[in-house]
């Protein structure tokens, strides 16, 4: 695995001009962040050895690598996903590759269902804290203990600090944010009302199928992580005939990104 992750980074070396401090992992519908990066250098997936290629509807799959912030960064500009057949070793590649560059900062954005009755269609939510309900961990195995420890701690896997700032841009942006937990399962169903129902019970705020593999590799190699999730449509267990489409998350979470910019750009910022 060590071997694969960095004959991916040692490529991606070469093709790029600096070392990034942050990696950013843009979710469903978010992928027009990318184009907001400053003399971009855009890489395709296919091209790196080892990676997976995204199949889902929304993600171009490419990493981009340029100036943010004032800051360098790299994006994925597309996931992947547990659902898609992919191990979870091929999931959280990226963020291990991501690291290996030198970032050791990660931004994850993800598209949600919501949970929480307060919370509408439209909606950013900070990611405070997450529950893992995916059927597999994704530092199940061997430990590679060059990355990381055998057993890391998850008291906190959402900097804190970097919550606070967030909060303090948004007041001045005059943006509206929430902050609650994101409940991570494999899909591809989305949830039925029971589950809905069952989640919001466990805690959880949002719901979706990315991200906690993510941030369990990013946490395990002691990367500072910040998240967001779009809320892109909420659950009414009382209406079964409403269902959700992909494309609408997609529009939903486009209408959405310039204002998650601005969040991510202002804290990329002060790093």
Known sequence: MLEKINKAANFVKQKIDGTPQVGIILGSGLGNFGNRIENSVKIPYSDIPGFPVSTVEGHSGQLIF???????????????????????????????????????????????????????????????????????????????????????D?????????????????NKEQIKLQKGVYVGSSGPTLETSAEYKMFRIMGADATGMSTVPEVIVAVHMGMKVFGMSVITNVSEPADPEKGTTHDEVQDVAGTVEPQMTKIFTGLIEQI
Do not use: C, W
């Open 66 to 152: 340029g100036d943010l912030g004032g800051k360098k960064v790299v994006a994925m500009q597309g996931r992947f996903h547990y659902y898609e057949g992919y191990e979870m070793d091929q999931v959280t590649l990226p963020v291990r590759v991501i690291k290996q560059l030198g970032a050791g900062t990660l931004f994850v954005s993800n598209a949600a269902g919501g949970l929480n009755p307060d919370f509408n269609a439209g909606d950013m939510m900070i990611i405070d804290d997450h529950i893992n309900f995916f059927p597999q961990n994704a530092l199940r195995g061997k430990n590679i203990d060059e990355l990381g420890p055998r057993f890391p």
């Open 154 to 170: 998850m008291s906190e896997p959402y900097n804190q600090e970097m919550i606070k700032k967030a909060e303090v841009i948004a």
